[in-house]
């Protein structure tokens, strides 16, 4: 704990076997001193599946690992680990803010205006949310209907007339128009991630 603690790290991988502490009081540690790290946790134990997603696990791998599926994980945290670096550039009245893509909650048209709502702040930029559509087409966000876009990792729930989000259980409604499609690409997003 004391190198998590002085070392930069964005990965770790955990055993629940382990000698002094399990794996699962680990991750529990290393989320207080490093809240996004992903932890995946290697292990033969099935029965602590449920405390490691609690803990936000990125990924529960079975002893023996399989090559091809250890392949594909380290292939998908590399790409999660990219797009949680990547910052997206706003501009209103001449001011220009970064802020990370991954703290976008959804996007809302509001007149001439769109709103983006992150977990923190929310902003207003001049523009149209089709704009914003294609800005973010290669980072996980769906259009749900004509006024929203939504960052598909707060999607907690999906129902055919509204999605529930992780962030503050928002509701935000589905139309018909954009129904089919957004379910088939945030089912399409779930395989990919692994939910």
Not at 121 to 139: C, F, M, N
Not at 147 to 169: G, T
């Amino acid at each position: 704990m004391k190198v998590a603690e002085k070392k930069p790290f964005d990965l770790a991988f955990l055993d629940i076997e382990m000698p002094d502490m399990d794996g699962v009081a680990v991750g529990q540690k290393l989320r207080r001193i490093k809240p996004d790290v992903f932890l995946i946790f290697v292990t033969s134990h099935h029965e602590y599946v449920t405390q490691a997603f609690r803990l936000g696990a990125f990924q529960y791998l079975e002893k023996p690992l399989n090559d091809s599926f250890f392949k594909q994980e380290m292939e998908r945290v590399v790409t999660a680990f990219v797009l949680r670096k990547q910052d997206y550039v706003l501009e209103y009245k001449g001011v220009k803010t970064k802020i990370p893509i991954s703290q976008m909650v959804y996007l809302e048209s509001s007149g001439w205006n769109v709103l983006v709502h992150t977990k923190e702040k929310d902003y207003k930029i001049v523009g149209k949310l089709s704009e914003e559509e294609i800005r973010l087409l290669d980072y996980y966000f769906i259009r749900i209907n004509q006024s929203y876009l939504v960052n598909m990792k707060y999607i907690k729930q999906f129902y055919s007339e509204k999605v529930i989000l992780w962030h503050k259980d928002k509701i935000l409604p589905v139309s018909r128009k954009y129904k089919d499609n957004a379910r088939c690409t945030f089912l399409e997003y779930q395989r990919k991630v692994g939910i």
